[in-house]
């Protein structure tokens, strides 16, 4: 079984989990993105064919379901619900239902609740769980990167999501 948990944003991640015979092989790679020149301006927009390739082939997509963040400006909200929108579509086309595919969306509160437990979590909460199962180096994003990656733990958390509650 292969599962794909989607943290959504241009700052976002993929991960992929692939449960064959007991033997677990985790991928994770941040959200594929291109720059485009629009209006003399330079704009970030997901690299649909790539986030295609990574997704094709998988049984579930565990997808977290975002709004839009108060305070925020008119452009970044329907920028972010744009992205947002575009996995949507990706998943849904790929997932029809009539191929036994199947697309789970769930609130950042919901997961973040049954993993990290009641209370309000920041960003390095979900790096900290995320590294009691996986190794440091599979957060880090590129080779000059030190940090582990908010997003890339995320899209894990959300496949450590369905195993935990819908796998049992």
Known sequence: MKIIGIDPGINGALCSI?????????????????????????????????????????DIVVLEKV?????????????????????????RTLYNHKL???????SPQVWKRALLGPGKHEKIDSINLALKYIDKGILIPTKRSVKPHDGM???????????DIYSK
């Open 153 to 163: 733990a995320e899209a894990f958390l959300l496949t450590k999501y369905y195993l």
């Open 67 to 91: 709004h839009t963040m108060p305070n925020q400006g008119i452009s970044s909200n329907g920028k972010f619900m744009e992205t947002f929108g575009t996995l949507i579509g990706i998943s």
């Open 18 to 58: 692939n449960i064959n015979d007991n033997t677990t092989i985790t991928h994770i790679i941040v959200m594929p993105i291109i720059k485009e020149i629009i209006r003399k301006k330079k704009v970030k927009r997901l690299d649909i064919d790539k986030i295609i390739e990574f997704i094709k082939g998988s």
């Open 100 to 106: 036994g595919g199947k697309l789970i969306l769930v």
